[in-house]
C-alpha cells in the first residue's frame, strides 16, 4: 500500500509565498515523475509542474518563474514552492506520483490541499 500525505497551504494574500509537501510512504521500490496539480473552482484540473526521478522541473506555462518543484528521493517527498502569489493561483492542490511497489507501478495522489490567494 502506497500513500501520498500533503502538507502545507492556507490562505495568503497576493504576491505572498507557500509551500506544499507531499510524501509518499509504503513498500515503494522506486518513485519515478512526481507532479502537483490544481484544481481551481469550475475549472479542470491543471497540470502545474512536473519533476522527474533526475530532478528534472517541468512547467507547463502560467506559473513558470514564479513555482518551483523539487523533490527528496531520500525521504520520497515532492515540494512546490510558490512565489508572487496571484488571486488566479486560488485552487485546490493535489500531487500525484508514479510510484512502484510490491503491488506493481502505478499513479497515486494525494489527499489535496486548499490554497487561497487573497486580501
Known amino acids: 500500500q502506497v500513500q501520498l500525505v500533503q502538507s502545507g497551504g492556507g490562505l495568503v494574500q497576493p504576491g505572498g509565498s507557500l509551500r506544499l509537501s507531499c510524501a509518499a510512504s509504503?513498500?515503494?521500490?522506486?518513485?519515478?515523475?512526481m507532479r502537483w496539480f490544481r484544481q481551481g473552482p469550475g475549472n479542470q484540473r491543471e497540470l502545474v509542474a512536473t519533476i522527474t526521478r533526475f530532478n528534472m522541473p517541468m512547467y507547463p506555462g502560467s506559473v513558470k518563474g514564479r513555482f518551483t518543484i523539487s523533490r527528496d528521493n531520500a525521504q520520497n517527498t515532492v515540494y512546490l514552492q510558490m512565489s508572487s502569489l496571484k488571486p488566479e493561483d486560488t485552487a485546490v492542490y493535489l500531487c500525484?506520483?508514479?510510484?512502484?511497489?510490491?503491488?506493481?507501478?502505478?499513479?497515486?495522489w494525494g489527499q489535496g490541499t486548499q490554497v487561497t490567494v487573497s486580501s
Open positions: 500525484n506520483a508514479d510510484v512502484s511497489s510490491v503491488m506493481g507501478r502505478s499513479q497515486y
Open positions: 509504503g513498500t515503494i521500490k522506486n518513485i519515478y515523475d
